[in-house]
């Protein structure tokens, strides 16, 4: 198993690292971190690919929100309510909403539509998003790169660092395929 998922890794390493960063991504940039101090990807090309990955994400939900926000809120009134309090907010704070987004939990993507939905100037947004995702996807890749060397000292081989992350990236993998089935359970 860890030779397939080594292999894995080294041949899709990086389009692994560009598509979850298109999400909320938090997992993945440290993950994404800890395979640079394995050796598994590189620092230097994991790093533009991963805030390459994130500007295009947040560009997607800021368009989303920008062209059918409104719509969407109009369907869901209790919805429209709630996001409605942040309209004062993205006119206040628009410029650090799009910085901070992918500091915060859920932001990646509720940030970028709320903002887009609000009509938040679009030249701002691309500029302190731009900033903030640039800070975010190195500290967090750093942060990573650290929790493998910690890592490695406390478990001591290399071997175990690698079974923990495939258990870590299968455990997602299952937990994204099977939530949808459970959240259409709830409906019901």
């Given amino acids: 198993m ?5 292999s894995l890794v080294s ?4 389009w692994i690292v560009f598509f979850g960063m298109m999400t909320e991504g938090t997992i993945m940039i440290i993950v994404s971190g800890i395979l640079c101090y394995l050796g598994m990807l590189s620092l ?3 790093i533009p690919v991963a805030i390459f990955g994130a500007l295009i994400g947040d560009q997607f939900w800021y368009f989303v929100g920008r062209y059918y926000g409104q719509n969407i809120l109009k ?5 429209q ?5 942040l309209e004062h907010s993205v006119k206040k704070r628009g410029s ?3 910085f901070s987004g992918r500091f915060i939990y859920s932001g990646a993507i509720l940030f970028p539509a709320t903002l887009g939905t609000y009509r938040y100037l679009h030249k701002k947004f691309t500029l302190f998003n731009t900033l903030g995702i640039i800070v975010w996807s190195v500290s967090g890749i750093l942060l990573g790169y650290i929790l493998g060397t ?5 478990f001591g081989k290399i071997e175990k660092i690698e079974q923990f ?5 299968i455990i997602i993998f299952l937990v994204w395929i099977i939530k949808p089935y459970f959240n259409s359970r709830e409906k019901v």
């Fill in 44 to 46: 230097e090309e994991t």
């Fill in 81 to 85: 309510q709630r996001i409605k309090k």
């Fill in 96 to 98: 650090w909403l799009a």
């Fill in 150 to 154: 910690g890592a490695e000292h406390l």
């Fill in 2 to 6: 860890l030779e397939e998922f080594t």
């Fill in 11 to 14: 041949q899709y390493g990086l």
């Fill in 165 to 169: 992350i495939a258990l870590v990236l």
């Fill in 75 to 79: 369907k869901f009134p209790l919805l």
